[in-house]
C-alpha cells in the first residue's frame, strides 16, 4: 500500500522511506485500515524545545498524519507514526464521527478519547514492535542514522524492499551458524583425540 510521504523539513529522511513502504502495509494487515494516509514529517524547533511538546497528531478530515522530527530518533519517529496510524484506523471504522470535546485534557475528561488513546498506545507500540523484531535482525542500529552527517540511511539500500535478500541472508546466517558449530565440535574432536 502506497501512502504520500511530505518531508516538511530540511532533514534527509530518504533512509526512512523503504522501512516506511514495508511498515505501512504491514500496519494496515495488523490495524484493519484500507485507505491511503497522508505522512507529513514536519519540523518545529519551538515545539522541540518544549519538554512536553507533541511529537504528532492525526488529522481525521484530511486523513493526515503529523509528525515532529526535530531532535528524534528514527525509531522513535517510526512509533509515532505507527501510534498515528492506529488513529487513522480509528477514522476509518468511524471512531471521529462524534468526538465530542477534544481540548485540552482529552485523554482525562472523555472517556471516548480516552479509550481510543488507549488503543493506540496498545496497538501502535505492540505493532511498531512485532514489525521490529521481524526485521530488526537486518537493520544495523549504527548504520541506520549518523548524527554528524544528520542524514538517515540504511547502509544497504534495498534491504527492506527485496523479500528475496531477507530470505536468503537468513539461509546464509543459518549455513554460518552450522559451520561454526561442525567446526568446535571438529577442534573438540581432535583435541579428544590428540
Do not use: W
Request: positive net charge.
Amino acid at each position: 500500500m502506497p501512502c504520500d510521504i511530505q518531508n516538511n523539513t530540511e532533514r534527509d529522511l530518504s533512509g526512512l522511506d523503504p522501512i516506511i513502504k514495508k511498515f505501512v502495509p504491514f500496519a494496515s494487515e495488523r490495524m484493519g485500515f484500507t485507505g491511503r494516509p497522508v505522512i507529513i514529517f514536519q519540523s518545529d524547533s519551538e515545539n522541540a524545545s518544549k519538554i512536553l511538546g507533541r511529537t504528532a497528531h492525526y488529522d481525521p478530515i484530511g486523513r493526515k498524519l503529523t509528525i515532529y522530527i526535530d531532535g528524534r530518533h528514527p525509531k522513535d519517529i517510526l512509533r509515532s507514526m505507527s501510534h498515528e496510524l492506529v488513529h487513522h484506523s480509528q477514522c476509518e471504522r468511524g471512531e471521529f464521527d462524534e468526538l465530542g470535546e477534544t481540548g485540552e485534557g482529552y485523554a482525562q475528561n472523555n472517556p471516548h478519547l480516552r479509550n481510543m488513546e488507549r488503543e493506540a498506545y496498545e496497538i501502535g507500540n505492540m505493532v511498531f514492535r512485532d514489525f521490529e523484531d521481524i526485521h530488526k535482525k537486518y537493520l544495523t542500529e549504527n548504520k541506520l542514522y549518523s548524527k554528524k552527517k544528520n542524514k538517515l540511511y540504511t547502509g544497504k539500500k534495498d534491504y527492506m524492499e527485496n523479500e528475496e535478500f531477507i530470505k536468503k541472508q537468513a539461509e546464509k546466517e543459518s549455513e554460518r551458524k552450522f559451520e561454526r558449530l561442525l567446526k568446535g565440535f571438529t577442534k573438540k574432536k581432535e583435541k579428544k583425540n590428540g
